[in-house]
């Protein structure tokens, strides 16, 4: 069974700092994506990973994917508060396009 | 940019009662899924949809649950006799091609949020 790990659950920083967000999961797959979700809204896709070594960079947002070690994280360079919102890992299965979600991190950015 | 629509946006029903959500994916997209939310918790995969039939599905979804393609553009899932655990986000979705190695993103809509009562 597939497992998808995030943390920290929850996130406060001040604006301008930097911060990681992890995402570990538990079998192989070749997809992994990350999304936004603000309060009481859908789901924006932010990234798709989909090999080894994998970088992709938006504004101040960048994912990574270590296949190996089964880890994505999403790097936040300079936060704004414009950024507050939840962000989810997804991993897919193999087999198909079923996609298990971690647990979500909640990020406050304090002016 | 093209969308996935929902309606409605929310529901409330007695438990016991059937229910119907409806989607109208992207217009090209093949692949259609139902995703749900429980308030507070992580997104939970249903039920996904190709060449009209269902390609995968959970264990949450259960002989309570149906999804039907009635028309060219519906997409919609039918929950027979609610519960009260089936209170929560439903997000419809879509996508272009099988999501296998390609960079396809899933595509979400706004959501209906169920409340059974």
């Known amino acids: 069974e597939l497992k998808v790990e995030q943390n920290p659950l929850f996130l406060s920083m001040q604006e301008g700092k930097n911060y990681t967000i992890y995402c570990n999961y538990s079998?192989?797959?070749?997809?992994l994506y990350w999304y936004r979700q603000d309060p009481g809204k859908s789901l924006e896709s932010l990234f798709v990973?989909?090999?080894?070594?994998a970088v992709k960079q938006e504004g101040r947002l960048m994912a990574s994917l270590d296949t190996k070690a089964r880890l994505s994280t999403l790097h936040i360079t300079a936060a704004v508060h414009d950024l507050s919102a939840t962000y989810f890992c997804?991993?897919?299965?193999?087999?198909?396009?079923?996609?298990?979600f971690g647990g979500g991190t909640r990020l406050m950015v304090k002016p | 940019e093209p969308e996935v629509t929902q309606t409605p946006s929310h529901q409330v029903t007695q438990m016991g009662q059937e229910v119907i959500l409806r989607c109208v994916p992207i217009s090209n997209h093949l692949y259609f899924y139902w995703y749900r939310q429980i308030l507070g918790q992580k997104v939970e995969f249903l039920v996904s949809?190709?060449?009209?039939?269902?390609?995968?599905k959970s264990e949450i979804f259960d002989d309570q649950f149906s999804v039907e393609r009635p028309d060219g553009s519906n997409f919609t899932l039918k929950i027979r006799s609610t519960k009260l655990e089936d209170s929560a986000m439903y997000f419809c979705a879509s996508n272009i091609l099988r999501g296998r190695s390609t960079n396809e993103k899933l595509f979400f809509g706004s959501g209906t949020q169920l409340s059974v009562l």
């Open positions: 990973l989909l090999s080894n070594g």
């Open positions: 997804a991993v897919a299965h193999n087999a198909g396009n079923m996609l298990t």
């Open positions: 079998t192989t797959s070749d997809r």
């Open positions: 949809f190709y060449n009209n039939e269902i390609s995968e």
